[in-house]
Structures are given as C-alpha cells and as structure tokens.
C-alpha cells in the first residue's frame, strides 16, 4: 500500500519539478491580453493504492466572462475524458469539444458538452476523483480505450485540459446562427453549422434543456465548425500513478443497496440549499426561511416504501463507470433496516453512484430525480421547475416575430419583437413551435408543450395567463405572464392569478424583463405593476 499527497507548496518545492497553469493566449485576443488571461491551478493531488484525488481552481483575470466546459455527454455522462497518451506515457484529464472527429467511427449520436458561465474576477473550485489503476474512456480517440494494457503500469505525467471560449457564447451561436440563416435559404446548400443546430430558433429550443439557459449551455460536437475554444492547461511531471485496463464490472451492484431497506437517510454536501439550488434565480425563488432550513438540516428521512422500491429498480439500471467524478454536489445515502444500517453510497451530481468499494454506476441525467425522494424537496423543486417553465415561455415570446418571419418568408423589422395577441397567445406559439426534428435533439410535441403547464398541477393544457396590458416596450417590471388555474389562451390581471398551485401557497409571476417572483400573499400581488 502506498500514498502521497502533492501540493501546490511543495509542487514549488522538490517533488514536482514541472508544473504549468497558464492558459496560452493568442493574438486574436489583445485586448485580454492587457487585462490578464484566464488561470488554472493545480491546489493538490492526493494518490493511494485506490483512489486519485486532484484539486484545482480556474481563475478568470481577464475582463470578459468566458464559458468553461463543465462536463461531457457521449451516452452516459461521463463528465471527463480520461487518456492514456504518448505510448501510455501521459495522462490527460481533458473536457473540450474542439477536437478531430475519430476516423472510421460512425457516431450514432453527438457528444455534447455542458458549458458554464465564469464572470471576470471570479474563480471556480473543483475536486475530482478517479478510481486507482487508472482506466482511459477516451471519446475523440476510442481506439486507445482498448490499447490499455492488463497489467499493471505507472505514468509520470499528468494534463488537465479544460475548454473555454471568451464573450458570452450562447448569444455567439445565436447571432451566428441568425446571420447564416439569412443567406441560405435553399436546403441543399445549409451551411453543416445549421445542420448540426437546426436554427437558431431550434437552439433556442435546445436551450430550454438547462436549469438556467443566463448561466450554461449545452453545445454538441460540431466537428470543429464552431471556431474560437481555448484551452486551461495544468501539467504535472514526476508522478508514479499505477494504470491498467479494468475488467468488465458487475452492472447489477445496484440491487443489493435497498434489500430489506425501510428506511433512507440523506445528507447533502455542502448543503440541500448548494445542492439543488445554485443559482441566484433559484434562491430568489425560496423565502428567508426555507433557506436557512436548506443550510442546516444535517439529513432528511425516507420511509414511504413504495418511494424506496422504486428509487431501487432506477439504481438496479446503472452502468459501470471507471471515469472522474466531480465532487462539487455530493449526496450521502445510509440505508437502514429499522435502526439496523445495511450499506451507505455517495451520489455526484445525480448521475453518478459510488459504494463503499469505491465501484461506480452512471445514470442519464434527469433519471435518478432524488430531489423527487422528499415531499418537502419536492414542492420547493416544483417551484423553481414553475419559474424556468415562465422563463422559457418568455424567451419564445421575445422570438415570436422571428419564428412568425421564418414561416411567413417575409422581412423583419430589424430588432423588432412583438408579442403575439393576448387572446390567442398560446395558439400563436403552438402553432409556430412546430419546426422540423434537427440533429441537435429529438423535439416531440410533447416536450414543446411541456413549458405550459406548473409541474406542481401536472395537468391541463396550460396553467399561465398573459397581462394583455403588457406590451415590448412596456416597463421591464410590468407583469407579462402569471400562474392561474388550468385553461387556455387564458389573459387578464390579477384576478385571474391563483395561489392554489404550490404548497406552500403561492405562484409564480413572469415579468417584462424576463425574471420571475414568487408571490405569497395578496398584498405583494396588488403591489405589482398590471398596467
């Protein structure tokens, strides 16, 4: 048994002569250069007989915001790349998408990479793990995945190479995607960028995949027709990291967690209120209240059976992962048979198992939802899930005229937005809505309609009505859309909004500039702006 843990003091000391963190800039980016680039640093690398343990922070010095591939997605979420380059000589933990299609491999479907907002000034921690011998999962270079050799073997230098671009990159593609459309109408010469995205209102579409479309954005591989990502580079030489190809694991591991099991408990890490909601417009959404609860509740309790058998049979559908797991969102699990405890595992993120033998299962994003295991998480997710729903109608009513000049084949006013009539807003929007299936994604009827309706409700046609007092150039506080009852085309004011959609009571108000309110009380309604 071994183990040693590496620094960044002693990185600059005597155990790692070589250690590079900077990214390099180019001449393209003057004006960044003046300002300072973005940094990566490695913090500490900790290495034992079962496990590799690596912390590192990016930094963004420059005066941009840049958008850092946060994860990869090819089939299972594997989140990094892992490579055994250079004759199994280098190491490379690497998160990009600009990289050389493979040759001779027929993809079924594109891998895609989740991107994330970095304002400038701001740093980004991150520790991840990966289970000891090293295995490769290589997505850009499969064939090296089988030229791992069985026995054991050691590598001395370690890369980390994170893809970033600089400016805000969802509008980069927007506008790119608006420009090309203009001057290529005729199918048989779309350019391959508006193959792969389908449009920019397809886009947009796509968008709505992500908990907060102002904070990252899902981009799949492009073949390197979308130009511009750099790349944080970290590299660490001197190292003894044992590497061999792993052999096949048991895929059914995931069956033994809950046998007899009457009884969950769950801890979050750092927090239930760091875990499900990060972002500030999710937080906005929670009373002082509710938050405090989130920050100190140490665990909840699951003992409806029913719950637990079936969060059983989704966990019994994991498969084996030998990737490196992000340790920013951790979920405890302890399972116990009365008082007795059975087993315990860890969750990353939601898509990623871990037992206490450090093997590891991979979930599709989406399908574990153990936010969903608690009544008390579940109605506060409803909410923020009610919010993005208003705010991924707003966005379809700022791009209204756009959708209505792509099928009328007229010409826009340049920068116009207009909003469809209140009393067929919905009409208006369903029927323009229904764009061909692009490579980007499959869009059913059903996942078009599925902004319309509060999940907290779970039916109906629609649970939202429009302020027909509201128009583009009103105030940005002017209420735009609100929660109601279920209906249809539904417009009018605050006598139609209803609190009884959410427990604890209240509903969810879309204003003019496209942020949402959560209101409580008829009081904060009847402050708001209706005309």
């Not at 048994?1 to 070589?18: A, D, E, G, K």
């Not at 913090?43 to 990869?72: A, G, Q, R, V």
């Not at 007899?260 to 959404?285: C, E, M």
């Amino acid at each position: 048994m071994y183990r040693y843990t590496v620094s960044i003091l002693t990185l600059s000391l005597c155990v790692l002569p070589t250690i590079q963190t900077q990214a390099k800039p180019d001449d393209s980016a003057a004006a960044s250069q003046k300002a300072g680039v973005p940094t990566i640093t490695v913090t500490k690398l900790d290495i034992s007989d079962k496990i590799l343990n690596l912390n590192f922070e990016i930094e963004n010095n420059s005066d941009s915001e840049i958008w850092i591939c946060e994860e990869l997605e090819f089939y299972t979420p594997e989140k990094s790349e892992i490579c055994l380059l250079e004759d199994n000589q280098l190491l490379v933990i690497r998160r990009q998408l600009d990289l050389s299609e493979p040759t001779g491999i027929a993809w079924a479907r594109r891998p895609l990479g989740k991107y994330v907002r970095l304002s400038p000034g701001k740093k980004r921690y991150e520790s991840l793990s990966a289970n000891v011998p090293i295995d490769a999962f290589c997505i850009f270079e499969p064939g090296r995945n089988t030229q791992i050799p069985r026995e054991l073997f050691y590598v001395s230098h370690v890369s980390i190479e994170i893809g970033y671009y600089v400016g805000n990159l969802p509008e980069m593609i927007f506008n790119m995607l608006l420009e090309t459309e203009k001057t290529h109408n005729n199918d048989e010469s779309t350019p391959q960028m508006l193959k792969i995205f389908g449009g920019a209102i397809t886009f947009n579409y796509f968008r709505e995949q992500v908990r907060n479309r102002d904070e990252e954005v899902w981009i799949p591989y492009t073949r390197q027709q979308l130009k511009g990502e750099k790349v944080l580079r970290a590299s660490i030489d001197g190292l003894r990291i044992p590497c061999k190809r792993a052999l096949a694991s048991d895929d059914k591991i995931g069956k033994t967690f809950f046998e007899a099991s009457t009884r969950l408990q769950i801890g979050y890490k750092p927090s239930a209120f760091d875990y499900f909601f990060p972002f500030a417009s999710d937080q906005s959404l929670l009373s002082r209240e509710e938050i405090e609860h989130l920050q100190s509740e140490q665990t909840f309790v699951v003992e409806d059976p029913n719950i637990i058998k079936a969060f059983a049979d989704k966990i019994a559908r994991g498969h084996p992962f030998h990737g490196a797991v992000r340790h920013n969102k951790i979920a405890q699990f302890d399972c116990y048979r009365n008082n007795e405890h059975l087993k315990s595992f860890a969750m990353y993120g939601n898509t990623i198992l871990e037992t206490e033998q450090k093997k590891r299962l991979s979930y599709e994003k989406g399908f574990l939802n153990i936010e969903m295991l608690t009544p008390e998480m579940q109605k506060l997710e409803y909410r923020v899930q009610c919010a993005i729903n208003l705010r991924n109608l707003y966005y379809r009513l700022r791009f209204y005229n756009l959708i209505l000049v792509k099928h009328k084949k007229e010409s826009p006013v340049k920068g116009e937005v207009i909003y469809p009539t209140s009393t067929n807003w919905l009409d208006g929007l369903t029927s323009l809505s229904r764009l061909g299936v692009s490579d980007i994604g499959v869009f059913l009827s059903s996942e078009l309609k599925k902004p319309h309706v509060c999940p907290s409700v779970g039916e109906g046609r629609s649970t939202y009505a429009m302020n027909p007092n509201c128009r583009t150039d009103s105030p940005a506080d002017m209420v735009l859309l609100f929660e109601t009852k279920a209906g249809w085309n539904q417009h009018g004011g605050p006598g139609l909004f209803t609190f009884d959609n959410h427990d604890p009571k209240g509903g969810c108000v879309l204003f003019n500039d496209g942020t949402v309110k959560f209101i409580r009380t008829q009081e904060e309604l009847q402050q708001l702006r209706w005309k």
